[in-house]
């Protein structure tokens, strides 16, 4: 679908919109997808320790790497389109550096004890960051095996950087948002936003509006909030997102702005994708 006729991506377009291709690569769920900087390649990581790479220009799966060792998940592409970082499924905690030219890794990432839950990539360096069950979260260069900074929190954490990379926001629980200066990160947070939360939820996500305006956040339960990332005031609230089966199933529904900040896009238990 073009979007040249109204030169803007506004109702009328997302609702043109209409399913082309249907890929069945995988064998399991697919836990994460990343598209390269160039748009050029689009790249998934699946619960059956496969990695798929997709040529976007093409339409069509151009190649398939396994990791049957360590499995995968979270996979992110570096501002490389041959390397990639993901966190592990299988024998450690893990976060692998790994070179898709020959499919070998390039460094180890160690330190998280439980399940990685979070990465993000810096949009302007080498620099990423990492949340873990272990209740830490994590920030690292590609260039060096070892952490630059840790930080402890309360409880399950998301994070991710804003589109300038100059900061970062954490998620801790379901109910705080903290947004933190990347270059003084140890002296803690210039702003904390308290969120709304019920007993037993937890934050699944958490990304900035292309604009930087916006903060979004999703939860367990399947309720998404648009927040603003100057005040942290609530903007909109999305619900009704998960099923039953989902819930019970504890997967972690995905969303995401769209390029011009203007909509938000989020998975549906029943798609197919």
């Not at 360590?70 to 389109?81: D, P």
């Not at 839950?117 to 960051?129: A, Y």
């Not at 209740?135 to 690292?140: E, G, T, Y």
């Not at 039953?244 to 998975?267: A, I, M, W, Y």
Request: hydrophobic share 30%; with cysteine; proline share 3%.
């Amino acid at each position: 679908v073009s979007t040249q006729s109204t030169g803007k991506l506004d109702e009328k377009v997302w609702r043109s919109f209409q399913i082309s291709k249907v890929f069945r690569e995988n064998q399991n769920r697919i836990n994460a997808l990343d598209y390269s900087s160039s748009g050029e390649l689009l790249i998934t990581s699946s619960d059956d320790d496969s990695i798929v790479i997709y040529d976007c220009e093409e339409g069509k799966p151009s190649r398939t790497l396994l990791s049957r060792k360590y499995g995968v998940s979270l996979i992110r592409y570096t501002h490389a389109q041959n390397t990639v970082l993901h966190a592990s499924t299988k024998l450690d905690d893990t976060i692998r550096y790994l070179s898709l030219h020959d499919n070998k890794y390039l460094r180890y990432f160690k330190g998280h004890q439980q399940r990685v839950v979070s990465l993000s990539m810096s949009p302007i360096d080498d620099t990423f960051i990492s949340g873990s069950l272990d209740k830490s979260i994590r920030l690292w260069d590609l260039r060096s095996p070892n952490c630059a900074g840790h930080m402890h929190v309360r409880g399950r954490p998301v994070a991710s950087f804003d589109p300038h990379g100059l900061i970062f926001g954490a998620g801790i629980d379901a109910e705080l948002i903290k947004l933190y200066d990347v270059r003084s990160f140890d002296r803690g947070p210039f702003s904390t936003f308290k969120m709304p939360c019920e007993r037993g939820t937890e934050l699944s996500g958490l990304s900035f509006s292309p604009d930087t305006k916006n903060i979004l956040v999703s939860t367990s339960n399947g309720v998404i909030r648009v927040v603003d990332a100057f005040n942290g005031q609530i903007i909109q609230t999305f619900t009704g997102i998960l099923t039953d089966r989902t819930e019970k199933q504890g997967q972690h529904l995905g969303c995401c702005f769209s390029p011009d900040s203007n909509f938000v896009l989020s998975g549906k238990s029943f798609f197919n994708c």
